[in-house]
């Protein structure tokens, strides 16, 4: 009589990681967003350099130097991680609600992923786009200003740290939206308030005592700041301290949207 192997229950036939799943999931979702590159990758270029030449025909001739650097080379960085905000957080809220208003979340949900494995596929697609919008502007930038990164390595890991926060704040929202206005009330409400809201166009210490306090709350300034000292050299705060919060903050909403996979919040009815 033959023996049978007897496995742990909770042990899947593959392994502990499904290598494939996850590889097939990061790659769907960075060729969702690949495929309609005009769309995904294009546009926010046009956007972001819209409000460069905005800002610096309205403002730019008539505005002082802004913590030692002209105003137009200090918003640089804002606008590059405004843009980075916007597109991670729009490619995993729009992946899980379209899937849900599509009804085809349950081709996602039947696969033999964890909840881990889910989010780093998610997590992987947002990333992807916000440093390839990055990329991109900084590459703009230093061929029609000359502007060169002060600390290249510190400007990459808050830009990863941003992609990383705003697709984890993402999946939260697309977990929790079941319809297109419910999302787009996020994103003009929350996300929108948070980018513009966070030294992105001005430095903190022009904001008045009250509201100067509050923003020291927000995540979302941290991650401006930190790229603003690996682009220029130049912040409000310690890039160490921000980085902390940054990780911190990124960390505590890896950790929800976790729980909310693994019970299936509003996706399994």
Known sequence: MTDIPMTDPGERRFGRINWLGLYTLCRREILRFASVWTQTL???LVTAGLFMVIFTIAIGPRRGDVMGVPFTTFISPGILMMTVIQNAFANTSSSIVISKVQGNIVDTLMPPLSPGELITGYLAGGVARGLLVAVAIMVGLMVTTGLVPEHPLILLVFVLLAGAFLSALGMLAGLWANK?????????FIVTPLAFLSGTFYSVEALPPGLYQVTHFNPVFYLIDGARYGMLGVSDSHPLFGFVVAVG????VLLGAWALFRTGWRLKA
């Open 42 to 44: 294009m546009a926010p």
């Open 180 to 188: 297109f206005d419910q999302m787009a009330a996020i994103t003009n």
């Open 249 to 252: 903050a990124t960390a505590a």
